[in-house]
């Protein structure tokens, strides 16, 4: 069974950094675009950060350009999410996702597979 299980979440101030990780049992995972989305409460689950099979091209939401990273490790089945310079609007549940189709990454129904998410919250 395919399973994304994201690790990394937990409670920081506002300016503090996290790296969110999201490991994938799957054993093309070399063939996966990865996303990360987020969904805060009481809001629509919205795109965040995108990479491509190879992490030769990468997408970001506007709102966390120049302060997220994302990136991936194909040797070890996992992608990661640098967050720095963290807002307490940064608070949302954090989900990783895998789309084997490349294409329209920002749309969260290009997605195949779903992790169960991980709870970012950042305080003023």
């Known amino acids: 069974q395919v399973q994304l299980v994201e690790s990394g979440g937990g409670l920081v101030q506002a300016g503090d950094s996290l790296r969110l990780s999201c490991a994938a049992s799957v054993r093309t995972f070399a063939s996966y675009a990865m996303g990360w989305f987020r969904q805060a409460p009481g809001k629509e689950r919205e795109f965040v950060a995108a990479?491509?099979?190879?992490?030769?091209?990468?997408y970001y939401a506007d709102s966390v350009k120049g302060r997220f990273t994302i990136s991936r490790d194909n040797a070890k089945n996992t992608v990661y999410l640098q967050m720095n310079k963290l807002k307490p609007e940064d608070t949302a549940v954090y989900y990783c996702?895998?789309?084997?189709?490349?294409?329209?990454?920002?749309?969260?129904?290009?997605?195949?597979?779903w992790g169960q998410g991980t709870q970012v919250t950042v305080s003023s």
């Open positions: 990479i491509n099979w190879s992490g030769g091209s990468t």
């Open positions: 996702a895998a789309d084997q189709g490349g294409y329209n990454l920002e749309v969260d129904a290009s997605y195949d597979l």
